[in-house]
């Protein structure tokens, strides 16, 4: 089993404690995280990436209860074994596309995947050496979806990757992430309300805010 | 990739902004480097300049003009004195010893200065090549003078009346060049020296030619003249003459510290001279420079102050938007204090470059006064001589840097990764 979460729960300060579902998953399993919003998918997205620290419960990634670390090391495990997909690209625009990638390997201190490799198949290639700021919205997405796979993680979590994008870019995006997702052998968690994105990946749970 | 090439591309994002700063620190640090450069100099100059002598005897007038003429050679000579009246105090018992100079031409603008031998003494220089003048316009060259001129031993000049160029020239009779200087980096690589009576028979002759013009007795005169030529002149003490004749300042020695107390006094009081110390002349003058230091320092200091500040603002203000770049370092490994080195990298690069750039454009800046300004006043500076004291610059300059980056960087450091990006 790669992935465990038991029994996790979170209070936002001032807010009900939300408890959410036990789930756990293997390497190259897909999963949805569906709810309606402010339901808590993102907190538990946080949870799961040792973003934010459960109430109580625990997260066990590979064998490493992820709660358990803290500062330096938490920060270093995420960099090598979790990578992240924001709602926004969420690009550094001070570096153009190439170094964005080679942050992950430096943060991370991984050697990762090749860039070029994995940007040519992405079908961002080309781009390797823009500016951030002269991609699309398609682009972009791909170009932190990229970041996100650079240093081969264990887990791939995506929060709601493809609100922003039309029709044919949210298959592509789909696509790409489960392909990837395979071929690295990670565990892939989506949060979404995004219907379209159900079509492609069956295997859910859902978040409720009781 | 690394801290050091994320914080230099942040500084690279924004050229306008990091160059305005960088542009104010460094022209702060600029102005400290000019001063600290022409202080230091200058002062080490001067007290080199006028080691040794003790007291300066000449016409009356403005002490510090007379120090400033017979000692650095820059400004007018106050008047010539009696030279039976500088004899009689080189007499007296608290003197150990006298130097008479005679001032008053110059050649391309290089003072002629008429003196004796014991003035090489004392300013301790040694001939590069050829000998001292033994014999009446017989000239030796200081290094400066030899090199800018292009004279060479043997070379015949004639000399110009005034102390700077483009006076009328006295062409009777030229000057030879007997000897050149070694470099000593002191006043005397840009006099001329010879012996006093160079200097009053060049005077003499201008009155000559007018006499016989004017009473026809040309002959004569010229033969008498010529013939005093080859007599060898005075090494040391005063010409032997029989004429009244004038020199224009003495370089006087104590001979006991109570010199120092009676002499100036005596010769103020009691004969037609005056008497001036060059080391009280100087600190009254740097005492007088000071205020204007004082104030060019000050304004130094407030564009290192409005640098650090604009600095900070630039940090600052550019956090909002780099939260989310820091929120994302952090998703992808960075630990906080990483974040901090990036926050406080970007700040001492800055400053460091504003250093860099501040104690250059300082050079810069007096290399171009040196090559505008009077030869006579500042070839005497050295524009790329570094000091110790312009690592203090730098040091100042990354402790503004670090300063002004602590707020951001702690605000970098409290970043929280989880807030940041989901309330997007």
Do not use: C
């Not at chain 2, 007018?210 to 002959?219: L, S, T």
Request: hydrophobic content about 45%.
């Amino acid at each position: 089993m790669l992935l465990q979460a038991k029994s996790l729960s979170f209070a936002h300060p001032g807010q009900r404690t939300i408890h959410f579902p036990d789930f756990d998953l293997d390497s190259g399993q897909s999963l949805l995280i569906l709810g309606n919003s402010g339901s808590g998918k993102t907190t538990l997205l946080n949870l799961l990436g040792g973003l934010l620290s459960p109430d109580s419960g625990e997260v066990v990634l590979d064998g490493v209860k992820i709660n358990d670390l803290k500062g330096q090391k938490l920060d270093l495990f995420r960099g090598k074994n979790i990578g992240i997909v924001f709602q926004k690209p969420h690009l550094l625009a001070a570096l153009n596309v190439r170094e964005n990638l080679e942050l992950a390997h430096f943060f991370g201190k991984k050697e990762g995947q090749k860039t070029i490799e994995l940007l040519r198949e992405l079908g961002i290639a080309d781009k390797a050496k823009s500016s951030v700021r002269a991609l699309s919205e398609g682009e972009a997405q791909r170009v932190s979806i990229a970041r996100a796979l650079a240093n081969a993680p264990k887990l791939i979590l995506a929060d709601e990757p493809t609100s922003s994008l039309d029709d044919s870019n949210t298959e592509k995006v789909i696509r790409l992430l489960q392909t990837q997702a395979s071929k690295i052998g990670a565990a892939l968690i989506i949060v979404t309300h995004d219907q379209r994105v159900k079509q492609h990946i069956p295997n859910f749970i859902e978040v409720k805010a009781s | 990739m690394n801290l050091f090439k994320i914080a230099w591309k942040y500084l690279t994002f924004r050229p306008l902004s990091t160059g305005l700063n960088v542009f104010l620190l460094a022209l702060g640090l600029a102005i400290i480097t000019v001063l600290l450069l022409v202080q230091d100099q200058f002062e080490k100059k001067m007290n080199q300049d006028a080691a040794g002598i003790d007291l300066v005897v000449g016409a009356k007038g403005s002490p510090l003009q007379l120090i400033l003429s017979s000692v650095y050679h820059i400004d007018f000579p106050t008047g010539n004195i009696p030279m039976d009246e500088a004899q009689r105090l080189s007499r007296n018992r608290l003197v150990k010893n006298v130097i008479p100079l005679a001032l008053g031409d110059n050649y391309q603008g290089f003072r002629i200065v008429g003196t004796n031998h014991d003035y090489l003494t004392l300013y301790g220089v040694e001939l590069e090549e050829g000998a001292a003048w033994e014999e009446p316009f017989e000239v030796v060259l200081g290094s400066e003078v030899a090199k800018k001129s292009g004279l060479t031993l043997g070379s015949e000049f004639s000399g110009s009346h005034g102390i700077s160029v483009g006076s009328h020239d006295h062409d009777q009779h030229n000057f030879v060049v007997k000897g050149i200087l070694f470099p000593r980096g002191n006043v005397v690589d840009r006099l001329v020296l010879t012996s006093i009576e160079s200097v009053w028979y060049t005077h003499d002759e201008e009155g000559g030619e007018e006499e016989a013009d004017e009473e026809g007795v040309v002959h004569e005169d010229e033969e008498a003249h010529h013939d005093h030529f080859h007599h060898p002149v005075a090494k040391t003490g005063f010409p032997q003459t029989d004429e009244e004749r004038e020199v224009t300042t003495l370089l006087v020695q104590y001979r006991s510290p109570m010199a120092a107390v009676q002499l100036p006094r005596m010769i103020n009081s009691g004969t037609s001279m005056q008497a001036a110390s060059p080391s009280f002349e100087i600190s009254r003058l740097f005492e007088l420079l000071g205020i204007g230091i004082t104030l060019l320092e000050g304004i130094g200091f407030i564009l290192i102050g409005v640098s650090g500040l604009g600095i900070f603002i630039a940090l600052y203000n550019s956090l909002k938007e780099r939260k989310y770049d820091l929120a994302i370092l952090r998703a992808l490994g960075a630990s906080s204090m990483q974040l901090v080195i990036l926050v406080f990298l970007e700040g001492i690069l800055l400053t460091f470059l504003g250093a860099v750039v501040g104690i250059g454009l300082g050079h810069s800046f007096l290399a171009f006064l040196i090559s505008k300004g009077d030869p006579m006043m500042t070839s005497s500076l050295e524009p790329w001589i570094f000091l110790k004291q312009e690592l203090w610059i730098v040091a100042y300059a990354l402790g503004v840097g670090i300063v002004a980056s602590a707020i951001p960087a702690w605000s970098a450091y409290q970043t929280s990764i989880a807030k940041q990006l989901t309330k997007a």
